[in-house]
């Protein structure tokens, strides 16, 4: 698939998408950050359609990560940050699987896990960074030789070499690229001609994106080609790094989409409460996950009151005012 | 004479930190409390940004995570974490950052990894996040801790992020150019770091505190031969903490 | 029968080696016509985009140069330098690239730098650009040249961007891992590589054209075995290069 | 200078921004590519002033290096391109130069130089590049040892190690970082609060202003807070990179600034008459550059009615049906 102008053949439902792209094992990286424009949509139906042994490749994706952890989907973990801001200060599921040896995990900065996404959008094979010098980031590593022998894991955590343009001796650390299989994305628009939109702030989300080789966009709008071509500087990704577009409005809740819908709180906390508990958890994911059997019947149990409680104001892009204890 | 709570105080305290002009790398919770009076009082003109690439939001709500909708909103700039984290280890800027631990040891180097074994931890944290990278890359960080005898402590079960290491020039050693630990704000008082071996001592006890106090609280023996008592946070401090910075009152609560 | 221009000929018969969904780098003169008319014929779904960032223009007029501003305008996406070079090497993408040159060897490879000593050359030209690093991250380069005996060398003076370098696995073995010289298109025909050897030999001379002028116009010797005349422009080619690609006749002119 | 948040400090004239930040020897980038948002007041008040041995380091910076060039001011030139587009396929005054063995050279690809201004923008002393393989690129040094031993001019041109990560051997390239004493850029908008807005393609323009230790700013328009904050994720650097704003109108004729107006194709055309000889290029010189007191004089050289026919159209960016022959 390349170069295609319209969309029409790369239009999915969530489950095509799902089936068409992901696979038992499959290296993911998921855009959004801890409570923003995670993909929860796939992120359901990754759980709902079974998929097992996911190998993650997250910076701070905390609600998108925590769930794909908690419901066992996830055999190995490469991450900066497992936690979901003051909802979940660490989160919960991720926090029990760690401390129950249930995850193979290991350990980045947010800067490192972004550098190396750049670096594989870029098609290098490693970045320098001056992060994690003498941290244990850098002493301690969390694969096994056995899991640094697998494919799409990378053959060392780090490496060090001497800077050979510098005169005196200058280590300098090298981060390893990552290009996983599959990204998973959650946009604002979608123009008519495949071409994405995210407003407000991206993360790491452009490359990942680029780094993958797969991208499934999810998206709020599909609006018309005059429109996302009016200003096309504010665009965020070409229609060719994409390979399936899935319409999902609200396609990011419990978590926030900037200009759309705010986090919602009352969600986010029940989720923390029912996450404490491995009994409670699996009633949660009963109830919310495995018991809906689409987007739309998700949304009726979230009920058109919440959903006009986090509409986000325009110009403001969240929603002044909203109860977020 | 003025009520005010613990996690007031301390926000106060790390706000009148900040310098006029300084780029403040803010995350959530009371550094953010820090921040956001620090430029409604002392430094007018310093730009809180944010590790997910706000630059100089409007922050008319508090945000309760770094990628909140509101450190993106009424922004100078949106952008990713590439730019974000580039931009605190330009050379060119001023950039304090402040940060949270499970851990801090006497040279100001962090925990927010676990405790016990890496591998198989009897409690694990969040990990990183951005931490490490503003403590290797910032001009100075300020830490925010309750005090308690487990959180500073001689050794940290998994050193997340670089204050001065092991002392002395050890940090530059390492190749971490520039930064270190500034201070430690806690629930008790003010902990700055020793010019030359970059040990922390007491600076401030907060107003209530006795210097004792702080002693037992801390696993490590602390030089409290120039502590003095902190300045209590002023009528306006509060108010325009209370009223402006966070009227939902979601971080701090005045105490009844 | 049509009158046609030689630069017409060449733009038309380059298009024509564009295929459906392709990802066209395009650089200016009868190379942005050429991707503007296979385009508009034979690849409706192909996308043109230029190393400067613009990805998709609308090419309602002819640019004069890569960074014009016809190259941002009606676009899906205007970028940077480092978005556009990555892209043309991005292992998902099929990408080819138009390229002119100075000189060519029977390799492929092109000099677009200097004829003399590269550091006090007899004559300078502009340098790589974006030409190394296309030829060396692009699925494929397709070359335009005026055909004469000095610009088709057996060595050239410089070797800015690498085709088929020496030959055989030549190209692998340096470490570029896809892409080579495609097609050369000169003012006398359609230049292509042996798929072993990766020799040019002569595929197509244009009509009116003669081997022998093409070897005598060529400075080594020519696989002309397998040539065979190339099929004129048609009037719909025509009319839409004319018409609605140049109307300005910026880049081509019509016969008299 | 960090973090003021308003400007009028920071406001200068041209002549007393280059007098402030440019100095005789000093490295320098220019925004822009070829035809396009080159900061041409500011290289005209370089030259006007007499600024000398300038080390420039340009990727496609046509018409202001060229000018630069040919007026003497540049030593040494690091460069991917000396072309001008359609109006001249090799700079003229870069091309005699380098013929008469009046600059100190080293060539690189676009692609390259953009790399080396990214890892500066980073902070990094190098970055890894595919491109260049094989080609002279890298087997052909421009600079002498003794050149390479001046300060901010890299030890090596390339290095080469094995890649740390990959069991096979294999060879990447690498590229050293460019951190230039100054970067001139030209935008279109500049908001009180110093926020800089680029419409169009921004090249490398940003890597360099974030790559350079001091970096003045010229612009097309003065906007209020309110208008340059109503949509940030348009915005292109931040206020606290910038240390000197200089307000110029048709900043960068004639070369083109989208939105605003397009390249003026008849100066193009007598530069590239009056640059083929070495007298008329005096001669152009003393006419468009010392012979002109300020940049308003420059405009009315220029003339109301080439200004109108240049005149951008909204929503299409550039002049339509202008004479470009």
Redesign the interface.
Known sequence: MTGCSEIAERLFSLDQAVEEFIFDGCQLAIGGFTVTRNPMALVYTIIRRGIKDLHLVCHSNGQGMDILVGAGCVKRLEIAYGGNGRYAPTCIRFRRAVETGKLEFEDYSNYQMALRFLAGSLSIPFIPSRTGLGSDLMELEGFSPEVRSEEKVASRKYARIDNPFSAEKEEVPLLPALNPDVALIHAQYVGEDGTVRIKGLTFADLEQAKAADKVIVTFEELVPRSFIRQDPDQNSLASFFVDAYVKVPYGSHPTACFNYYDYDPAHLNLYRHMAEDDGRFQEYLGEWVYGVESHEEYLRKVGIDMLLKIKASPGIGYAPGLDRK | MLKYSNSEMMAIAAGRLIK????VFAG??VSMLAATVAKRIYA????IFF??????PAL??I????????????????????EA???V??????TVAFLGAAQVDQYGNLNT??IGD????????????????VA??ATGVITFMQHEKRRLVEKLD?????GW?RGGNS?QE????RGGAVAVVTNLGLLHFHEETKEMYLAEYFPGVTVEQVQENTGFALDVSNAKEAAPPTAEELAILREEVDP?G?ICQPPE
């Open positions: 006029d002009g300084d780029i959530t919770g007018p003109r310093a730009v590790e997910t690439g706000g630059i100089d008319d709500e945000p309760m995570a770094v990628a909140d909708l509101r450190v993106m909103s009424g922004t100078a700039l949106n952008s990713g974490l590439i984290f580039s931009t280890g330009h050379r060119k800027l001023r990894t676990c890496y591998h198989r931890p009897q409690k694990r944290f969040s990990g990183s996040g951005g931490g490490n990278d290797s890359l998994y050193m997340t992020s670089v290491y940090r390492l190749g971490l150019k939902q979601l």
